[in-house]
């Protein structure tokens, strides 16, 4: 399967596990990836705290990390596998709260998120983050199926960054 998804600390009410593998397989495929694999982990803030400390220096939860396995001395060993994208869903849960929106769509956007950066995107300037701001939401549409433009509104704003954070 091109998308192993684990869920730590859960289950997480308001995330339906398959549903956001569906929509993951699909985010793969409208990247031009689906023979690309990908693992998503759902957390809780304290394990994203521990990971935001031990690879970012950052001693506090964010909402997303992403872990390329192209990265790094042994990148060219990565074949077909992205990497991993940690979600934490409590803190996904407090944004979406904020934005008036459901965790689903929230946890949707931060898989999207940090799969472009398993792809090399980043947002380091205005040009590329208001670039990466539209792909996201690009995938995020996608991935709903048909009509899903009009189900996603809510899903167009920006959170993280690689090996992300806030």
């Known amino acids: 399967m091109p998308v192993q998804l684990v869920v730590q600390d ?41 990971l935001n400390r031990a690879y970012r220096a950052k001693d506090k939860p964010t909402d997303v990390l992403a ?8 990148g060219d060993l990565a074949g077909q596998l992205l990497g991993d994208v940690v979600v934490s869903v409590p803190t996904a849960r407090r ?13 949707t956007m931060l898989v999207a998120h940090g799969m472009l950066h398993l ?7 205005a ?23 009009r189900r996603s509104a809510g899903t167009r704003r920006r959170t993280s960054s690689r090996r992300s954070g806030t």
């Open 127 to 149: 040009s590329k983050s208001r670039r990466m701001r539209r792909e996201t939401a690009r995938l995020c549409d996608l991935s709903l199926g048909p009509g899903g433009a």
């Open 119 to 125: 792809l090399g995107w980043d947002h380091d300037t």
């Open 10 to 50: 859960g289950p997480h009410t308001g995330v339906r596990p398959a549903e956001l593998r569906r929509r993951a397989v699909a985010m793969l495929a409208a990247a031009g990836r689906a023979e690309a694999e990908l693992s998503i982990v759902l957390v809780g803030d304290a394990a994203i705290q521990r």
């Open 67 to 74: 872990f390329a396995q192209a990265e790094g001395p042994f």
């Open 95 to 107: 944004k979406a709260e904020a934005r008036g929106r459901d965790v689903m769509s929230e946890v």
